[in-house]
């Protein structure tokens, strides 16, 4: 089965502060996507990236980067100095290789707070 | 280009009741998908659908009834409301196997069910 495990709930950390956001997965699949979402206070589902399992090259996109190690099946999300507009809860996410459907499964998601 | 659009965006039944969440998009998507969300769960899925005339069962369909008789619509009906079901819904839809594999999601539509 597969599964999403985000083991921070949450997370609060002073602007301009790095912040790692942890994800740890499980599927049988050889090929496979994982993405991370981030939800702001207003409540919409915002995408920010997808990586293919054939793909372990590190992303940088800005102030955020992912990790993706395939041997510890880990994806995480680091944040590079931090920013209140940052304060969020962001979900990360998995699907088969195909993603028929649109069927993704969600970690529990980490609720991040960036004070000033 | 108005996205994946649901209503109603608030909602308020009694035990029991029926209701109908719509959800139409306008981006000739193949793939629609329901979500529910609740604290400390993330985003489980509800019911999906591969194209017009095929929908399926997710992880928590229990409740819930879906039908796709065209590309753009996908309503998620309760049929009898329970406390349980009170959660955010969330519809989304996305292109075939081919694309970049994002799901666009809707507003939000948060329901409490008495």
């Known amino acids: 089965a597969q599964k999403v495990t985000q083991a921070q709930t949450e997370i609060s950390v002073v602007e301009k502060e790095d912040v790692t956001l942890d994800c740890v997965y499980e599927t049988r699949d050889t090929t496979y996507y994982l993405f991370w979402y981030k939800q702001p206070p207003s409540g919409e589902l915002v995408f920010l990236i997808r990586r293919n399992s054939f793909d372990e090259q590190n992303e940088i996109s800005g102030r955020y980067s992912w990790n993706f190690q395939k041997s510890t099946s880990s994806f995480n999300f680091t944040i590079t100095a931090s920013q209140v507009v940052d304060s969020a809860v962001y979900f990360c996410a998995l699907s088969d290789f195909y993603n028929q459907g649109g069927k993704l499964i969600f970690g529990q998601g980490t609720e991040l707070s960036v004070k000033p | 280009n108005a996205g994946v659009t649901q209503t109603p965006k608030f909602q308020v039944l009694k035990t029991g009741q029926s209701m109908t969440l719509q959800c139409a998009q306008d981006m000739n998507h193949e793939y629609m998908s329901w979500y529910r969300q609740d604290p400390g769960m993330g985003l489980r899925l509800i019911h999906y659908?591969?194209?017009?005339?095929?929908?399926d069962q997710g992880e928590v369909p229990n409740g819930y009834n879906v039908s796709r008789s065209t590309t753009e619509d996908f309503p998620l009906r309760l049929l009898s409301a329970a406390p349980s079901q009170t959660s955010v819904y969330f519809c989304?839809?996305?292109?075939?196997?081919?694309?970049?594999?994002?799901?666009?999601f809707g507003e939000g539509s948060r329901l409490t069910v008495l």
């Open positions: 659908s591969v194209g017009a005339g095929i929908t």
């Open positions: 989304a839809s996305s292109l075939t196997k081919t694309n970049t594999g994002e799901l666009f």
